[in-house]
């Protein structure tokens, strides 16, 4: 029996979305560093084969395995709207190798006011290319929008670095270790409401539970936005909070007194291996087709839905990532 006959939906994850271990499956193979080493031609192939798939073409001897890797090799390339290839630091598998080189750039440099600013302004750069790489397409983001968000957490992130370096200066060395990670939970704080600000002013997309659209609600977007920036802080956690006491220890070492310029490396090395499990597992933190009760919406637009023939109780919206 061939695979077209099955009737596989790959426009659905793979893995159980209503549950934790489904969602951090399909992060996990989302957010798979091993994706940027595929070859232009593999990446063609993959969107080649599911592009077929979905006109309904018989193609034979093909597998459920292999069409979900071809699938999930084609996710992590090309845009889900335009169909366009993504440039490749803004795609979601290079969110490890990119954030553990500048998180740990930013932990071991973090002294110096240049140094600072300099990490500060790179990491906020970074999450730039991101943001414009995966904008949405019902959504998209203006250049506008995107120049004043980056000004703002980027004034935001380098404010909050260098006021709380500063007042850190009376206190033991680790504390200071620390302000990174307040600088960029600062700036995504900023960032991130910022760059979807157009969607808390006039709402995003609601469904009911056969994804039929009901409205736009402010209220759901809100929610969406929230959840995004809860998760994005906790990622962010285990890689800018473990390593400075174990760095701090490691410093007292006679080897690391002998061979300073081991601190990097060993740093980013440690936060690329928290950040492997980190990232897919916070993205997993909330459903990506989150709900809230109707009864819970903005006044008019529960009533929009409750004058519906069989209105839900419940609808659908996509949180975004």
């Known amino acids: ?20 271990g489904g969602r951090a499956r399909h992060f996990f193979i989302t957010t798979n560093p091993l994706n940027l080493f595929a070859s232009g031609k593999a990446l063609d192939d993959a969107k080649n084969l599911v592009e077929r798939y979905r006109k309904g073409e018989v193609i034979s001897d093909l597998t459920e395995d292999q069409l979900w890797k071809a699938k999930h090799l084609y996710d992590s390339a090309f845009h889900p709207d335009t169909k366009e290839k993504m440039f490749l630091i803004g795609r979601m598998s290079a969110q490890v190798p ?27 750069t970074f999450n730039a290319v991101v943001n ?36 850190v200066k009376k ?15 600062a700036a995504n704080c900023i960032n991130i ?36 920036v809860v998760s994005r802080v906790i990622m962010a956690m285990p890689g800018m909070l473990i390593p400075p006491f174990i760095m701090n220890n490691l410093e007292k070492k006679s080897f690391m007194k002998r061979m300073p310029w081991l601190n990097a490396p060993i ?38 839905i409750q004058s519906l023939p069989n209105p839900p109780t419940v609808v659908y919206f996509n949180k975004g990532l």
């Not at 695979?3 to 549950?19: A, G």
């Not at 968000?149 to 909050?160: D, E, H, M, N, R």
């Not at 409401?193 to 209220?219: A, Y």
């Open 98 to 124: 990119m954030n553990m080189t500048i998180t740990g750039c930013m932990m071991t440099f973090y002294k110096t006011t240049p140094a600072v600013i300099f990490w500060q302004w790179f990491n906020q």
């Open 171 to 185: 206190f033991p060395p680790i504390i200071g270790r620390f302000v990174p990670f307040a600088a960029v939970a």
């Open 267 to 304: 740093q980013v090395g440690l936060i690329g291996v928290l950040l492997v499990f980190a990232t897919p597992l916070c993205c997993a933190l909330f459903p990506q087709k989150s709900s809230m009760a109707v009864a819970n919406l903005e006044p008019a637009v529960r009533d929009k």
């Open 193 to 228: 409401p910022f760059m979807r600000s157009r969607e808390i002013t006039h709402g995003i997309p609601i469904l009911d539970e056969n994804g039929n659209r009901v409205g736009e609600s402010t209220r759901a977007a809100t929610s969406a936005i929230t959840q995004v």
């Open 1 to 20: 029996m061939s695979i077209t006959q099955l009737k596989i939906n790959i426009d659905e994850p793979r893995y159980d979305q209503s549950t934790y």
């Open 132 to 167: 414009y790489t995966n904008r949405s397409g019902d959504s998209p983001i203006s250049p506008k929008q995107l120049g004043v968000s980056y000004v703002l957490a980027t004034g935001g992130a380098v404010t909050t670095a260098l006021t709380l370096n500063n007042m």
